[in-house]
């Protein structure tokens, strides 16, 4: 049985701790992948009452230049103008043919739904995923080495999506996340 890991990063890792490593440049079709993150967020806002986000290039090409890198932790407005939101993942398996996939990164994102509580509204990948003012997103992915803390764990496969307007602003959770 493979050891699968998967991380998500909002706020520190930690013991202060980040993880880089040189990306591998794997050939994918970034049209496929374009699609596969625009219906896999898609579908899921749909279910959250949030219009389709469209797909932007300039937000991919920030994303991916984020990607290429190999380091765990958020941007943190280190892209330029305009700011935007950010979702962050990373997985990694020992099974050889374990790929942490779109589908796979987006549903952790989403996942943290369950988290969600209306009367308490905390910033969360799953805000940033449904927020309804957020109408761009752009998002791109690096097979890392070591990444995750060790060979041991095989590449790592690390997401980024990069969303215009950005969301989880203090004080609009309301009107822009329907649980």
């Given at each position: 049985?493979?050891?699968?890991?998967?991380?998500?990063?909002?706020?520190?890792?930690?013991?202060?701790?980040?993880?880089?490593?040189?990306?591998?440049?794997v050939?994918?079709?970034?049209?496929?992948?374009?699609?596969?993150?625009?219906d896999?967020?898609?579908?899921?806002?749909?279910?959250?009452?949030?219009?389709?986000?469209?797909?932007?290039?300039?937000?991919?090409?920030?994303?991916?230049?984020?990607?290429?890198?190999?380091?765990?932790?958020?941007?943190h407005?280190?892209?330029?103008?305009?700011?935007?939101?950010?979702?962050i993942?990373?997985g990694?398996?020992?099974?050889?043919?374990?790929?942490?996939?779109?589908?796979?990164?987006?549903?952790?994102?989403?996942?943290?739904?369950?988290?969600?509580?209306?009367e308490?509204?905390?910033?969360?990948?799953?805000?940033?995923?449904?927020?309804?003012?957020?109408?761009?997103?752009?998002?791109?992915?690096?097979?890392?080495?070591?990444?995750?803390?060790?060979?041991?764990?095989?590449?790592?496969?690390?997401?980024?999506?990069?969303?215009?307007?950005?969301?989880?602003?203090?004080?609009q959770?309301?009107?822009?996340?329907?649980?």
């Amino acid at each position: 049985m493979a050891l699968r890991l998967a991380l998500i990063f909002l706020g520190a890792l930690p013991f202060g701790r980040v993880f880089a490593t040189p990306a591998l440049f794997v050939t994918r079709d970034p049209t496929n992948d374009a699609e596969q993150y625009l219906d896999t967020h898609n579908k899921f806002r749909a279910s959250h009452g949030a219009e389709p986000l469209v797909w932007d290039d300039e937000l991919a090409r920030k994303a991916q230049t984020w990607a290429n890198r190999c380091v765990f932790e958020h941007s943190h407005g280190r892209l330029g103008d305009p700011q935007t939101g950010e979702n962050i993942a990373a997985g990694a398996g020992t099974d050889s043919n374990y790929d942490y996939n779109i589908p796979d990164c987006v549903q952790t994102w989403t996942d943290e739904s369950v988290d969600y509580h209306p009367e308490n509204p905390v910033a969360s990948h799953f805000t940033q995923v449904v927020w309804k003012s957020t109408t761009q997103v752009g998002c791109a992915s690096a097979e890392c080495q070591g990444m995750l803390g060790g060979a041991g764990y095989g590449p790592t496969r690390y997401h980024v999506c990069e969303y215009y307007p950005p969301g989880n602003w203090k004080g609009q959770f309301p009107e822009n996340v329907q649980p």
